[in-house]
């Protein structure tokens, strides 16, 4: 005959490890949106500067003006870059942690793959400011545009 007490103990081991996959299975998710949008925002941001650049080389043929912009799109390609390189330490990371699920006595591998994911995360919230400098850098370059139109006359 059972214990009680065991079987009661097990549940509560079983309703935690169930309530750990959930919240893990959560986190993942929104971490990996986080990841998405920021890599969505740099990557579309250095796109439309990519075009914008052709527009005002074909057009307006102004030194200060393209550097300018051309400062903004580089922030974004660092931004998109991180994106990408967050991935992959995300991918490190629940490398790692699956090694460390499988064997609990490697404490040092499960600190290793909560340290890559702070790191990723910390580089998450770094692609996130790359793009407000980014977006904040072109718009001082944009205010440039009226005076490089105004002094060609048209």
Known sequence: MEDPMYKHEMRVWENNQAF???FFGATSSAGQGALKGMLLINGGASVA???FIGNIYNN????????????????????TFLGAFAFAIVYLSEYFGSIA???????????????LNYLSWVIVVLGYLLFLWGAYN???AFELINPVILSRGT
């Open 138 to 140: 072109a718009s001082g």
């Open 49 to 51: 500067m990519l075009a």
């Open 20 to 22: 750990a996959r959930t």
């Open 101 to 115: 699920f499988e064997d609990t006595k490697k404490s040092k591998t499960r600190a290793f793959s909560l340290f």
């Open 60 to 79: 307006i043929h102004s030194p200060e003006l393209l550097h300018a912009i051309s400062k903004s799109m580089m922030i974004f390609v660092w931004g």
